[in-house]
Nanobody
Framework: VQLVESGGGLVQAGGSLRLSCAAS???????MSWSRQAPGKQRELIAS????????NYADSVKGRFTISRDNAKNTAYLQMNSLKPEDSAIYYC??????????WGQGTQVTVSS
């Protein structure tokens, strides 16, 4: 399974970005999530979505500002990030759990929010 993330970049505080994570080579994707890691900090799980998108969870730090979604036909997960803050600056990683092939991380995409 290969995960390709896109959509990161530089944005001013208060702005928005939309991250995408496209999975290729997968057989049966179950759980999808986004995590982030800032310099000198541990990786933090910030959002997850179940197979049917009926269960989504968010870290308190992003709740109300970020929205996770997925398109099962495209094997793609999205993270809509609004009202961005400088403390949201980090490398954002996609994670996919495939029922048959196992679990995979994307290569990461940099998000930088300027004040």
């Amino acid at each position: 399974v290969q995960l390709v993330e896109s959509g990161g970049g530089l944005v001013q505080a208060g702005g928005s970005l939309r991250l995408s994570c496209a999975a290729s080579g997968s057989i049966s994707i179950d759980y999808m999530s986004w995590s982030r890691q800032a310099p000198g900090k541990q990786r933090e799980l910030i959002a997850s979505v179940s197979t049917g998108s009926d269960n989504m969870n968010y870290a308190d730090s992003v709740k109300g500002r970020f929205t996770i979604s997925r398109d099962n036909a495209k094997n793609t997960a999205y993270l809509q990030m609004n009202s961005l803050k400088p403390e949201d600056s980090a490398i954002y990683y996609c994670y996919v759990a495939d029922r048959v092939l196992g679990n995979y991380w994307g290569q990461g995409t940099q998000v930088t929010v300027s004040s």
